[in-house]
């Protein structure tokens, strides 16, 4: 009746762990490798390198993190929302816009960082070195909790920051246009790369 008991509550707290950030990232990153090797790819296929390559992604934080406090603070919830969708459209339109006019090379080699977790683990960041051609390229995804997982706010790549430079990008346009200006704007870029 012990064991029973105990195998029950193991099970039980093995079920609630959060999941391990660097496990997470490499399954998803040899399953996205896997498609992307592939000499041609169904729509069905696309759409599931569509989300390999984004699903991690918090694009409603992201999109939240891209904007200056003063549009975040002046702007209505319903206004925020069409960005973050816009902004993610963009985003996930931009990368099988790549993956669709880059040919893809498999990494040479790639060695996955400890973790290192901040804000008493509710943020952890994941720094991964990844050899090609003898170039050594350094991405460090940068993830909050969410529930028993992580999903991923920025992207770091080689010391340029994704949600930084959209920042910097957002915030020159705002000094000139409103932010229905750049929700257009947006809209316009993701509609662009899906062609």
Not at 86 to 105: A, C, P, Y
Not at 139 to 167: A, C, F, P
């Amino acid at each position: 009746m012990n064991k029973i008991i105990f195998a029950s509550l193991f099970m039980c707290v093995a079920a609630f762990a959060t999941q391990d950030p660097v496990a997470l990232l490499k399954k998803n990153d040899t399953e996205l490798q896997k498609e992307l090797r592939k000499k041609s790819h169904t729509p069905q296929e696309i759409e599931r390198i569509k989300h390999l390559s984004s699903g991690l992604f918090d694009f409603a934080k992201m999109a939240e993190r891209s904007l200056p406090r003063r549009t975040l603070d002046t702007t209505s919830p319903e206004l925020k929302a069409e960005f973050a969708r816009e902004f993610q459209r963009m985003i996930e339109n931009s990368s099988i816009h790549r993956f669709k006019t880059t040919k893809f090379t498999p990494p040479d080699s790639t060695i996955y960082e400890e973790p290192r977790y901040r804000r008493n683990g509710e943020e952890v960041w994941v720094s991964i070195h990844s050899w090609s051609k003898g170039k050594d390229m350094l991405m460090v995804y940068k993830m909050d909790k969410e529930g028993n997982s992580w999903r991923v706010w920025d992207l770091v790549i080689d010391d340029l920051s994704t949600t930084r430079n959209y920042q910097d990008q957002f915030k020159s346009i705002l000094e000139t246009k409103s932010f229905n200006e750049l929700i257009k704007t947006v809209k316009d870029k993701a509609d662009e790369y899906a062609k």
